[in-house]
C-alpha cells in the first residue's frame, strides 16, 4: 500500500456538487484539501442548478421565488438541511461557485430574487435558479414568445425538435423545427462527438450553412446541447455572428454535455487551486487515529493508498452516488457506517404507485446533522472533525423538491464554515 506522507487539513469524500463545491471551498479557506470520488450525479446533470423548485411534493407546486419555496418547505420540513442555512449563505454559496466556473469559462445566469424558467429535453418547463449561459437566451425566448427555430439531427437519438413544438405550441405560436444532417459524421451520433466535432471552425460555418435557408422568420435559434466542450460560449458567440441569430442549448436527455463541461471544470481548476484530486478512487476504510484525525484507505490493488487529514467531509451521495446502500431490510452508510435516518422498515420504503407525486420514504432516508452539519448518533455527534454535504442529508428529496445542485452547494459551504470555526 502506498503511503501519502502529507497531512491534509481535509478529506474531501466526493467527486459530484457537494464534493467539488467542499473541495473549492475549503481551498478557497486556505486549507490543504485532498478529494476522493468517482463519477457521480455531477457527469450526469442537465447544468442546471436548481435551489429549489417544487413544495408541497404531493401538489407538485412550482415556485418562482425559490427563496418563498425554502421557508415553506424548512416550516413543513423543520429537519430539512435548508434549515440550517441562512438566506445569504445560501447566495454566497451559489455565488462563489458560479464565479469559479466563470473565471474557467462556464458562466451562469439567472435571477437573484426569482427562479428562471428553463426548457427541458421534453419541451416541458423547468423552474431553475442558474442557467449555463449557453441556455440563457432560450430562457429569454421562452420568456417573450419570440419566433424560434429548434433545429433537431438525423441520428441523434433523445432530442427531437417536433417534440418540442408541439408540447409549446399551444402558449408559443411562432415554432418551428427542423432536421438536419450533422456536417461532420453519420450514421448514430453522439452529443459528446458532436461537440468535439464543433471545435473545429470549418464545422461550424458549415453547421449555419445548413440552417441559414431555414431561419428567416426568426429571431432566436435552439439547438441540443452539443455546441462544444471545453469552449461552448466560443462555439455559440460564432454562430451568432455567422447566422445573425439568438443561439441557445436546449439540454440533452441524461447524460447531456453539460456534465462533462463541469467535470472538465473542477478537473482542470481544484488542481490550480492546490488541491490533491484523487480521481476516479473510492475510500476503501478508515481509521481514527489516537490524535484524532483520520487514516483513510484510498483506492484498491496496486494503486491503493493511505491518507491522512485532520478532517473530513462526507459528500458522497445517496444511492446513485453509493454514498448509501441498501440490503434486504435496511439502509446504510457506506464509509464510517454512521446512523441512518430511514423508514422503520422495508415494507414502508416505497410507495404503491411508482410515480407518487408524495415521493418514496427512502428518498428522504440519509444523514441526519447538527447545526454544523455534523453527523449525529443519538443527538450528539460522531465526531468532532466529520461533517457531511450534499444528497446523503437526510429529510430532503432533492429529485422531486427540484434542489439538488444547490442544497449540495450550500451545504457544502457550510459546512466549511463550520469546519474553519
Ligand atoms: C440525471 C441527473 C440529472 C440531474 N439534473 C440536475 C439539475 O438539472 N439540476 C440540479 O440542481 N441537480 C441535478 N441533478 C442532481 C445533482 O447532480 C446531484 O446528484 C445532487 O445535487 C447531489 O450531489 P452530491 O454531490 O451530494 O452527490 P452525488 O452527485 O451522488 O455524488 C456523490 C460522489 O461521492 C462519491 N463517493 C461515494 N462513495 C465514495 C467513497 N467511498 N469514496 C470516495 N467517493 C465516494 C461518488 O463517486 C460521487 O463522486 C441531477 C442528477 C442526476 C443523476
Known sequence: ????????????????????????????????????????????????????????????????????????????????????????????????????????????VGHSERNSRALTPAGTVKRTYRVPKTAWKGTLALESKAPTLFVDFHGLKGFSGKQLVETRKRNWPGLKTVRIQFPSGSGELYPEHMAWALADPAVREKLVAEILPHCDDVEYVGFPAILGLNDPQQVVAQLEELSGKHIFEIPTMPPSIAGPRLRAVFDRGLPVLGVRTLSQKMVTGVEKLGDGSFQFAVGSGAAASTVNAKSAILASGRFFGKGLRADRNSVSEAVFNLPVVQPGNRDEWHLHEFFDHKGHPVNMAGIEVDEQLRPLNAGQPVHDNLYAAGAILAHQDWMRMKCGAGLAIATAFKAVKAMKG
Do not use: C
Not at 467527486?15 to 473541495?23: D, E, I, L, S, T
Not at 486556505?30 to 411534493?57: C, E, R
Not at 464565479?99 to 462556464?106: E, I, P, R, S, Y
Open 1 to 108: 500500500m502506498i503511503k501519502d506522507d502529507t497531512i491534509y487539513d481535509v478529506m474531501v469524500i466526493g467527486a459530484g456538487f457537494a464534493g467539488m463545491a467542499a473541495a473549492l471551498f475549503a481551498s478557497a479557506q486556505g486549507l490543504k484539501v485532498v478529494q476522493t470520488g468517482a463519477t457521480g450525479g455531477i457527469d450526469f446533470s442537465t447544468g442546471f442548478i436548481d435551489l429549489m423548485g417544487v413544495h408541497p411534493m404531493e401538489e407538485g407546486k412550482r415556485w418562482n421565488s425559490p427563496w418563498a419555496a425554502i421557508d415553506a418547505a424548512v416550516k413543513d420540513y423543520p429537519k430539512h438541511p435548508y434549515a440550517l442555512l441562512k438566506r445569504d449563505e445560501i447566495a454566497e454559496a451559489i455565488d462563489t461557485f458560479t464565479d469559479f466556473l466563470a473565471q474557467n469559462g462556464l458562466d451562469y
